[in-house]
């Protein structure tokens, strides 16, 4: 069993940053593909970010150039770094674990980008 706990949610001006990191707990964590999804009111979830065991990393469209994603396999934890935010980067942000078939989230976090 792993669990995900996200933070670093918040508001925050369009043309911020913000950094949210997703702290897990569990066995065999290095070998779980870590990604950041989104979701906002209306909407479908959405991959924002994704890091291989490898350390290979895929972006969603709207998000590269802008977002960074990386993980710290030591402190089991995986952080998404949140630049030139816009307002439709609001969202919940969750953090998601998946290696085979085994496939777990985090509960979210609330990133709002207003002026």
């Known amino acids: 069993q792993v669990q995900l706990v996200e933070s670093g949610g918040g508001s925050v001006q369009p043309g911020g940053s913000l950094s949210l990191s997703c702290a897990a707990s569990?066995?065999?964590?290095?070998?779980?593909?870590m990604g950041w999804y989104r979701q906002a009111p209306g909407k479908q979830r959405s991959l924002v970010a994704l890091i291989e065991t490898g350390g290979r990393t895929l972006y969603g469209d709207s998000v590269e150039g802008r977002f960074t994603i990386s993980r710290d396999n030591a402190k089991n934890t995986v952080f998404l770094q949140m630049n030139s935010l816009k307002p439709e980067d609001t969202a919940v942000y969750y953090c998601r674990a998946v290696y085979a078939a085994n496939d777990y989230w985090g509960q979210g976090t609330q990133v709002t980008v207003s002026s």
């Open positions: 569990g066995s065999g964590l290095s070998r779980y593909a």
